[in-house]
């Protein structure tokens, strides 16, 4: 019987872990350092394991490598070139769902020669954005006709009757990690002109977006697009994006907070002893008096603004004390999010993906295609999130260890063998996207809201 070995049993294993018990003969091991959610996920079905495992213990990882065909990483992406590095000594396939790093994609040559294959971004964004995207591309250039420009969209949100805080936003991922994300650079193609859009500019750089049976949004742009013309293929095109969406408000928000330094990672406190609010004033030079009104001539903002009105919800200014002992701004603020912005039970999550393409035929005409994905958590089961990320994980590692994807070495899911199967299979659990085929008219300024345009007096 073939096994596989799933390296986590965090907020995204679970459809991955029941996908494999319930539709393949596979022994499914599952591994975390707390036993008992690797036996919540198993539900004592026959076929599954659940091993107590410390993945920084190499000598216990690397025995339960060498026992498997294939193994599924969904450990933090620092510990994927570990991993890697062991499946190539032992001869084991891999499946991710992070971006390819550098030392990754330096297996390439090894994995190839040992007849493995190294799958990454498998997830849903990075995963499904590319698979979907690929889709379309290949079926245009098949069609003998040519894309002019690809804007991308992703977010993960509340569900409308879930989005009940100020902020708009609840997290199904690291807050630790968003707010890495938020001091990202940011570039993309617009208009055959390359725009760049420094970290300290991220959500000052953003437009609303209309996103059909969804709803609209704040687009901003996510990391670097350009890359992704040679990885999709995509030549002489005037346009490449590949953004985020938040609901309407977010960029405001979290301009503000990164203008009063709550991303600082360097300025600490002894929260046993100081308050939010003492070190909002801190942050402000605020020696006495009111730290809101403070705060708000720091921002040059009135005292009735809404953002104040967001802090103050958020408890940054507070007089009860933080029992998290010595720590810095940054993981403060990481603190109260993770207490503040979390889905009560019931709830449920909103994942929307949209691309947009504008396409040229053999006389120059242009058309346009529209292609979303919307897919909303199970109250009480899987979030969206869990869903779009650990299917399309689970479906790679069986088809990979069926031997029905051939390829080796280092890959991410852009051709045909890894994206027609995948996205064929994830229809069958519901997830699939609705194509649009709207009218093209020169005038009617469709596109408007795909470019920024810096505000004018």
């Known amino acids: 019987m073939k096994k596989i070995l799933i390296l986590g049993a965090g907020l995204v294993a679970g459809p991955a872990v029941r996908y494999l018990l319930e539709r393949t003969e596979f022994h499914v091991i599952v591994a975390d350092q707390y036993v008992q959610n690797c036996d919540k996920l198993i539900a004592g079905h026959k076929n599954g394991k659940a091993v107590e495992l410390d993945c920084s213990d190499s000598q216990a990882l690397v025995k339960e490598i060498k026992e498997v065909d294939t193994v599924v990483s969904l450990l933090p992406w620092t510990m994927h070139a570990t ?20 030392d990754m994609q330096a297996m390439d040559a090894e994995a190839k020669a040992k007849g493995l294959c190294f799958l990454n971004e ?58 890495l994300a938020a001091t990202n650079d940011g570039k993309y193609l617009d208009n055959n002109t390359i725009i760049e859009v420094s970290g300290e500019e991220l959500f000052n750089h953003y437009w609303l977006k209309s996103i059909p049976g969804a709803g609209v949004f704040e687009a901003y742009v996510n990391r670097d697009s ?57 942050i402000v030079n605020c020696k006495q008096g009111s730290t809101r009104k403070a705060v708000a001539e720091y921002l040059n903002l009135p005292l009735y603004s809404l953002i104040l009105k967001k ?18 701004v940054f993981q403060m603020l990481a603190h109260t999010l993770q207490k503040k912005l979390i889905y009560d ?15 040229l035929d053999q006389e120059n005409k242009i058309s346009r295609i529209q292609s ?10 899987d979030s969206s999130m869990a869903r779009t990320v650990g299917y399309p994980v689970g479906i790679s590692a069986r088809l990979i260890t069926e ?8 890959h991410i899911p852009v051709l045909p063998e890894f994206y027609e199967p995948i996205l064929k299979e994830l229809e069958s659990v519901g997830i699939s996207f609705t194509e649009r085929y709207p009218e093209y008219n020169e005038e009617d300024n469709y596109w408007g809201d795909w470019c920024y345009e810096e505000p004018t007096e």
């Open 311 to 328: 802090l103050e919800w958020l408890g940054l200014f507070s007089k009860r004390k933080l029992d998290m002992g010595t720590a810095s």
């Open 226 to 282: 350009l890359p992704y013309l040679d990885i999709y293929g995509l030549d002489d095109v005037d346009g490449m994006y590949r953004g985020t969406l938040r609901n309407v408000g977010s960029c405001e928000t979290w301009s503000f907070l990164k203008k009063l330094g709550l991303l600082n990672q360097q300025m600490m406190f002894d929260f046993n002893e100081i308050t939010p609010n003492q070190v909002m004033a801190n």
């Open 83 to 102: 991993v890697a590095k062991m499946c190539l000594e032992h001869k084991k396939h891999l499946v991710t769902a992070s971006y390819v790093k550098e």
């Open 403 to 410: 031997g029905k994807i051939k390829q080796t070495g280092v």
């Open 372 to 381: 979303t994905l919307t897919d909303k958590g199970i109250p009480g089961g």
């Open 122 to 179: 498998s997830g849903v964004d990075p995963g499904i954005d590319h698979m979907s995207a690929m889709q379309i591309i290949n079926s245009v250039k098949e069609s003998g006709k040519k894309v002019k420009s690809f804007y991308s969209y992703c977010g993960g949100l509340p569900a409308l009757d879930s989005n009940n805080n100020p902020l708009g936003y609840k997290f199904s991922w690291s807050p630790e990690g968003a707010l």
């Open 345 to 359: 039970e019931g709830e449920r999550d909103l994942l929307v993906m949209h691309h947009e393409f504008e396409v």
